[in-house]
């Protein structure tokens, strides 16, 4: 007893199992519909060259035949007080067009839109969802129940029917995880199954570092929670070769195929093989990458700490501002004492300073305790040096990756060298 979402381009919605998939559909007053059909796009693995799912998509035609919008078809009838009515139709044509997919496919899942705006306390109980399953023969666990929480009016009632669908074996899928609207907390009340990531982190995704690092995040947090990530409105092999280096494996969009009556794309078709060789290009072009800035950085500080070796504390500044005139890859260095605590300035390159950022980001001054930094705590255990993953720095509000170095001082006190080095990425652009 749910609605379809609106916004979407189409919905799955449970109806009475007495009404066939190719019979005329029951007047729905307000809205001049002579027949309601269903879409399908698929979702797809890449590393799996499979199709793992479709999203059930409903279309409406008036009389004459026309496909009539189907953002116009459900707010038409949300405005005449029919909604649900549409909704259990449009759900009921989508298991019906899905059961002999699942007959030939039994690890098939179906995707079926929720719109939570019409979720009362007075609906959730009425197992609609269970018995359209049932009549067509469908398996719950091949059902996933998406779950669009823009709009929700009655949050008991949500959790209600998330509790109770899952119960009898449906999925559970948070839908535009990204979007303006999208709640942490919800998450964690919902417990999803899946974590559907909006359009709107995927477009332009390669041009935007910031937009990376929430897709990281999420697909992060998805794998603690044992939940999948859905990566929705892919559209370009770029954005679909960087989502899967950030962990995103399952994608739907215009890429792979286009909203159709039998959701066909070929398994392991062109556009999958397409992206897998973008997906290994891009891998190996930043592992080269990686490893030319990696030696080059450690070329650096290797020249610096044999020249520190043979310096004192007092001569630490001088001996770092020259080397980093000279290294364009350097950013800040500075020295730390064997318990951590700085005993350099930090020299910082001032080019690479962020003016806008001065008071959030800046350099730590002789004295500030190093001691439980991630490039420090592995030193304790006796290792010559450490480099850390890519991180904002706290010194210049960049990205940047610290290599930490022992040596020891012309007195042969034990210190430890730090170099930050920037890390200039093309995917930062429009960031």
């Given amino acids: 007893m749910i609605a379809t979402n609106p916004a979407r381009a189409g919905s799955p919605t449970p109806a009475r199992p007495h009404v066939h998939a190719h019979a005329t559909p029951p007047p729905v007053p307000g809205v001049a519909i002579a027949d ?40 038409t009838a949300a405005a005449s007080g029919n909604a649900l009515e549409l909704d259990r139709l449009c759900r009921e044509r989508a298991f019906a067009a899905f059961a002999p997919m699942v007959r030939r496919r039994p690890e098939l899942l179906l995707f079926v839109n929720i719109d939570t705006a019409v979720l009362r306390r007075g609906v959730v109980g009425s197992g609609h969802i269970q018995r359209l399953a049932e009549a067509s023969g469908v398996n719950p666990n091949n059902v996933v129940l998406e779950i669009v929480e823009s709009q929700v009016d009655d949050t008991d009632a949500l959790m209600e029917f998330a509790a109770r669908h899952r119960k009898l074996g449906f999925l559970v899928a948070l839908d535009d995880v990204g979007a303006g609207h999208s709640n942490l907390e919800r998450i964690a009340a919902l417990k999803p199954d899946v974590l559907k990531l909006d359009r709107s982190l995927v477009s332009g995704l390669p041009d935007s570092f910031h937009r990376q690092e929430v897709v990281r995040a999420l697909v992060g947090l998805a794998r603690r929670i044992g939940a999948m990530t859905v990566a929705e409105g892919v559209e370009h092999e770029r954005e679909a070769a960087l989502l899967m280096d ?154 940047c990756v610290t290599l930490a170095a022992r040596f020891t001082d012309a007195t042969g006190a034990p210190h430890v060298l730090c170099a930050d080095a920037g890390r200039p990425d093309r995917r930062r652009r429009g960031a």
């Fill in 36 to 75: 309601v059909f269903t879409l399908f796009q698929p979702l797809v693995s890449v590393r799996r060259h499979a199709v793992v799912g479709m999203e059930a998509l409903s279309r409406g035609r008036v009389p004459g035949g026309a496909v009539m919008p189907p953002d116009i078809m459900f707010s």
């Fill in 246 to 399: 950030l962990g995103a494996d399952v994608m739907q969009g215009f890429l792979f195929a286009l909203p159709s009556p039998e959701g066909a794309v070929a398994e392991g078709g062109t556009a999958m093989h397409n992206v897998a060789r973008a997906y290994a290009a891009l891998t190996l072009a930043q592992v080269e990458e990686e490893e030319r800035r990696v030696a080059t950085l450690r070329s650096a500080v290797h020249r610096l700490r044999e020249d520190l070796h043979h310096a004192c504390p007092g001569e630490f500044d001088k001996l770092l501002a020259r080397y980093l005139n000279a290294e364009s890859a350097l950013e800040c260095l500075y020295v730390l004492d064997g318990a951590g605590r700085q005993v350099s300035d930090t020299v910082c390159n001032p080019y690479r300073l962020s003016a806008s950022r001065r008071f959030i980001y800046q350099p730590a001054r002789r004295g500030t305790d190093h001691s439980l930094k991630e490039y420090f705590l592995p030193m304790r255990s006796g290792i010559e040096e450490c480099l850390t993953a890519p991180y904002i720095s706290r010194a210049s509000g960049n990205l």
